[in-house]
């Protein structure tokens, strides 16, 4: 059985707290949608699960099957089922993507996976992405297209088989039928029902093809109200504003930074 519980989570980035007492619990078989607008702490919730070092944990816990996540380093709770889905994924010239996933694969087991069973998974997982057959000798993400980075993302998961599947913003940057194969693959998974998944998004298509089972707004670093399908719905159709009037609740603002005018370089 795996359960992540997040409890009362504040989370700050260079001293500014961003999570203020987020309360969230995943089980397998459950996916959970989180919605917002940008900059109340959805990404940052991911990152701090994962351990971001740039996201300090000032109070709080997390745990995975009971056990205290904050207390493992990133690699640790990689091994321990854990999975982010990245929203700018790095480019790794040098590293070839076939030699990452394997070792990735084996970090999480006790046996080398033997190479033909390596293959065999990565060539159906491959065709399931309707990727490209040469992905495999390239290096990683070097030299992707954006669609290409998030399918690989989503190629990543698979191999890997995690037990906690988060995937922030994984649908920016896709066209329709790009949208449509990562659905696809990521509603595979949700079938075998042996994985939770936090999935965060602000298009309404996206979670229609994935039907999550719980939406969460987060707004301010909390969540503010809990529903199904029909909340992804009237978001879609109303944004996020009746929430405050109904619920008091406040969105935070994201700063913009300052813009010197063209103009300003004549003045003495």
């Known amino acids: 059985m795996s359960k992540l519980v997040i409890k009362d989570l504040h989370v700050s980035i260079d001293g500014k707290a961003i999570l203020k007492g987020l309360n969230l619990e995943v089980n397998k078989g459950e996916v959970h949608a989180l919605m917002g607008p940008n900059g109340n702490g959805k990404s940052t919730l991911l990152a701090a699960i994962m351990g971001n070092p740039r996201f300090e944990v000032t109070s709080g816990s997390i745990t995975l099957d009971g056990e205290d996540v904050l207390e493992m380093e990133v690699n640790e709770r990689s091994r321990a089922g854990l999975f982010l889905g990245m929203q700018y994924p790095l480019e790794v010239p040098g590293v070839v993507n076939a030699d990452f996933l394997k070792a990735a694969i084996n970090a999480r087991r006790e046996k080398a996976i033997p190479l033909f069973e390596f293959i065999k998974k990565m060539e159906k997982n491959v065709a399931t992405l309707h990727m490209k057959s040469d992905l495999a000798h390239r290096f990683l993400n070097d030299g992707f297209s954006g669609g290409e980075k998030k399918r690989n993302e989503i190629l990543q998961m698979l191999m890997l088989?995690?037990?906690?599947?988060?995937?922030?913003?994984?649908?920016?940057?896709?066209?329709?039928?790009?949208?449509?194969?990562?659905?696809?693959?990521?509603?595979?998974?949700?079938?075998?029902?042996?994985?939770?998944?936090?999935?965060?998004?602000?298009?309404?298509?996206?979670?229609?093809?994935?039907?999550?089972?719980?939406?969460?707004?987060?707004?301010?670093?909390?969540?503010?109200?809990?529903?199904?399908?029909?909340?992804?719905?009237?978001?879609?159709?109303?944004?996020?504003?009746w929430i405050v009037e109904a619920y008091g609740a406040t969105i935070a603002t994201v700063e913009k930074p300052k813009v010197t005018a063209l103009g300003s370089c004549g003045v003495k």
């Open 161 to 241: 088989d995690p037990s906690i599947v988060m995937l922030d913003e994984i649908d920016s940057g896709l066209d329709v039928d790009a949208i449509k194969i990562v659905a696809n693959a990521v509603n595979e998974k949700i079938a075998e029902a042996s994985t939770g998944f936090i999935v965060v998004s602000h298009y309404e298509r996206f979670l229609q093809f994935i039907k999550p089972t719980h939406t969460h707004v987060v707004l301010d670093g909390k969540v503010v109200l809990s529903g199904g399908i029909e909340l992804v719905n009237k978001i879609d159709t109303e944004g996020y504003d």
